[in-house]
């Protein structure tokens, strides 16, 4: 691993930690050359589906897209970081779980959406604002408004 400050190779592995469902690693690093620390994540990478995309395109599935996606549309929310990357991890856990060859993205995005109603409504509202590209307000309004009532029920 070239450490991110002198761009030597020459480092050792401080600590470790594996996440709760085990598919990420955290290890804490230090530069032998410069001294300075670092972290890096290991995860396992597995035989994904490609993803479908909605003008038909196929690419390979990015854990980091919905990573980003949600740490947008979670932004100046109180949303901690762990609960966003629950999100990611439990995508990854269906899309292995379906054993399909390919997924398409509306499938993920409504999964991310489901997760992403009971955790923050902002931060629902934001992720579908873009996943659902409403045409005007109206669409926008219509959805809000359904999410109103579900939350008041």
């Known amino acids: 691993m070239k450490c991110p400050f002198c761009f030597n190779d020459d480092d050792k592995v401080v600590d470790?930690?594996?996440?709760k469902d085990g598919r990420l690693t955290r290890r804490k690093r230090q530069c032998n050359v410069c001294g300075k620390r670092f972290s890096t994540l290991e995860t396992i990478i597995v035989s994904s589906p490609l993803i479908i995309k909605k003008d038909g395109r196929r690419e390979s599935f990015d854990r980091q897209k919905i990573l980003s996606g949600l740490i947008k549309a979670c932004e100046k929310r109180p949303v901690p970081y762990q609960s966003i990357e629950?999100?990611?991890q439990?995508?990854?856990r269906w899309i292995d779980e379906t054993n399909l060859k390919e997924i398409k993205s509306e499938d993920i995005g409504k999964f991310v959406l489901n997760k992403l109603k009971s955790l923050d409504a902002i931060s629902y509202v934001r992720f579908a604002s873009v996943y659902l590209s409403f045409k005007d307000i109206n669409e926008?309004?219509?959805?809000?408004?359904?999410?109103i009532k579900k939350q008041s029920s």
Do not use: F, G
């Not at 470790?16 to 996440?19: A, C, E, G, N």
């Open 90 to 92: 439990s995508v990854e």
């Open 86 to 88: 629950e999100i990611v």
């Open 16 to 19: 470790s930690r594996v996440s």
């Open 140 to 147: 926008l309004y219509e959805n809000v408004s359904e999410l």
